[in-house]
């Protein structure tokens, strides 16, 4: 929650607007998920997905250090955050331990991307101009103030996480500012004895000063360490989630499960809205127009003047029609997976029914997991024509397109 003169006060609005922009185009399971922005006259709401770990800065400072199969875990999940959001043309600019947080389930989410940069930032020569981040985490490039590359000032970020993560401290140290700076553009730190050589040998190809010939994120996953971990430990393969646990991550198709995708034991409950969620349905109240015009939205609502249970039955038979798993849940959420990985995962979206009078619901519709232009791809094209029986208006449509 934001006080909107102390923003304006301070300078902020372009920080501001450029972490919203950021966090609307990339949608990833190891990023913090931007869910609504709202406003009132005198305040501005960001409404986030909750990290109830932590900071990983805390995880570390608790313990001392990490093992390396912890860190094994962490880092596999900053590549593939990082990997998409590169994919994606943001470049974070600030990854440090202190902006990676951690779900109830130990998993990474990167945060913070109020120093990102995105592709169109860059000037004629390719590069990226603005000296940005935490000293102690930038790379060599960025000191020097003549250019640099986002994609592999990143990578160099990501190298002294992972070397803090195992070691406890930082590799580039100094008594005061300008030796650290000297320390870290001739690349001069040394891995302690308790790092294995495989972890040594990736560390000296992610630290490398020369950005030329820095490792690149491809060859990192190629890394025997990054692929197989330390000595002496497996890398453990994501499990099913459980039915009540929070998460992103699309659940692995079970090849065994011979039960009707549709059946279910508990009728599905529609919740009541209050007043308070009406309201905050409006969408005055939705600033995103202000931050991106061209924004791939992972979310839609329609209302209907059918009954629930029509609305459950079409959603399950249009479900059926595109090939898409179906499952209800007893929250008033109805999951609907795709069958096929896609680059960002199994595509997944969560439709809620919500009943504004016994005559009348709004559904909303929000993807969760999978790549957003699959996504919106499913939704122009087919979702929204084979719902039109159902759809008494789409919110947000004009008036022409409401009547049609």
Request: glycine share 6%.
């Amino acid at each position: 929650m934001m006080d909107k003169d102390k923003v304006l006060k301070v300078g902020l609005s372009e920080q501001i607007r450029r972490e919203i922009t950021t966090m609307r185009l990339v949608a990833h399971k190891n990023v913090v998920e931007l869910h609504e922005v709202m406003a009132t006259r005198n305040k501005i709401y960001f409404v986030m997905e909750y990290a109830k770990g932590g900071e990983l800065f805390d995880k570390i400072e608790k313990s001392g250090k990490l093992t390396e199969a912890a860190a094994h875990k962490y880092f596999q999940q900053l590549i593939s955050a990082v990997d998409y959001c590169h994919s994606r043309g943001v470049y974070h600019r600030d990854l440090k331990p202190e902006n990676l947080l951690l779900d109830e389930n130990e998993n990474l989410k990167v945060s913070d991307f109020g120093l990102s940069a995105l592709s169109e930032s860059k000037r004629q020569d390719g590069l990226l101009h603005t000296t940005c981040g935490t000293p102690a985490y930038v790379a060599p490039e960025v000191i020097s103030k003549t250019g640099y590359d986002g994609g592999k000032s990143d990578i160099w970020s990501c190298g002294v996480v992972l070397f803090v993560l195992v070691a406890g401290y930082l590799p580039f140290q100094g008594p005061n500012l300008m030796e650290m700076y000297r320390k870290i553009q001739h690349g001069d730190f040394r891995c302690p004895s308790w790092f294995s050589q495989k972890l040594k040998k990736l560390l000296y190809k992610i630290l490398d000063p020369n950005p030329t010939t820095r490792i690149s994120i491809q060859k990192i996953k190629e890394s025997t360490w990054f692929r197989k971990g330390p000595e002496g430990t497996r890398t453990v393969k994501e499990k099913i989630p459980c039915e009540n646990a929070t998460t992103n991550a699309a659940p692995t198709l079970s090849l065994t499960r011979k039960k009707n995708p549709c059946d279910h034991v508990k009728p599905l409950i529609v919740t009541n809205l209050n007043a308070f969620e009406i309201i905050s349905f409006s969408s005055g109240f939705d600033l995103s127009g202000m931050f991106i015009e061209k924004e791939r939205r992972k979310e839609a609502r329609f209302t209907s003047d059918k009954p629930a249970s029509a609305i459950i039955t079409k959603i399950e038979d249009v479900a059926k029609m595109l090939n898409l798993r179906v499952r209800k849940k007893d929250n008033g959420v109805i999951k609907i997976q795709g069958r096929k990985e896609g680059r960002n995962g199994v595509l997944q979206f969560d439709m809620e029914i919500f009943e504004i009078t016994p005559l009348h619901h709004l559904v909303e519709m929000k993807q969760t997991s999978g790549d957003s232009l699959e996504y919106q791809i499913l939704f122009e094209e087919s979702i929204r024509p084979a719902l039109k029986d159902i759809v008494w208006a789409w919110h947000g449509d004009d008036e022409q397109q409401k009547q049609e």
